[in-house]
């Protein structure tokens, strides 16, 4: 059987779990949370989230990215067209990891450069080697970059892939 075939068979067997189905596009926890593609940080596993409870952006590294603002504000403007307030409650949160595959990018500076839309010589201000310092630039890099509503709490968040173990970072 291939890995498709794997795949497909799973969701016929989801299909008759009626949690799955006919849920509201708005996300019941209010929350966005942006985090890397790597496949041992999914939210919905690391974070226990259920279909319907989150929207979540991922990415290389889960940076905060052109890309990443591009794709914010479209989330944004779709909340709006739903109806959403601008001034109710809402979490937005930064997950990044330790043993994240963007270091191993590190001797390729100018594909980096490109990813953050930066000049490869800035690229030490992005920390890419260290996740506890990273979260604290792309915290800084979003704050500065899109107005957030004061209604909306942002928090940023690193896991530690060997221990399971995440750290919620003060901002
Ligand atoms: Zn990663």
Not at 72 to 86: C, F, K, T, Y
Request: proline letters at 9%; aromatic letters at 4%.
């Amino acid at each position: 059987m291939s890995t498709l075939d794997t795949l497909i068979e799973r969701n016929q067997a989801l299909e008759s779990e009626d949690v799955r189905v006919g849920l509201p596009l708005m996300p019941s926890l209010r929350t966005m949370i942006i985090t890397c593609a790597d496949p041992r940080v999914d939210p919905a596993h690391i974070l226990g989230i259920e279909p319907g409870e989150v929207a979540v952006i991922r990415n290389v590294g889960g940076r905060i990215t052109p890309g990443t603002l591009q794709n914010m504000n479209l989330l944004q403007m779709i909340g709006q067209v739903m109806g959403a307030s601008p001034n109710s409650e809402f979490n937005l949160i930064l997950l990044h990891h330790t043993d994240c595959g963007i270091t191993r990018l590190e001797s390729n500076p100018d594909l980096l450069a490109g990813y953050f839309g930066i000049d490869p010589s800035e690229l030490p201000t992005k920390a890419v080697s260290d996740p506890y310092n990273s979260i604290v630039v792309d915290l800084a890099v979003l704050k500065a970059s899109i107005p957030l509503p004061p209604s909306w709490q942002v928090t940023g968040m690193v896991y530690n892939i060997q221990t399971g173990h995440l750290q919620v970072i003060p901002t």
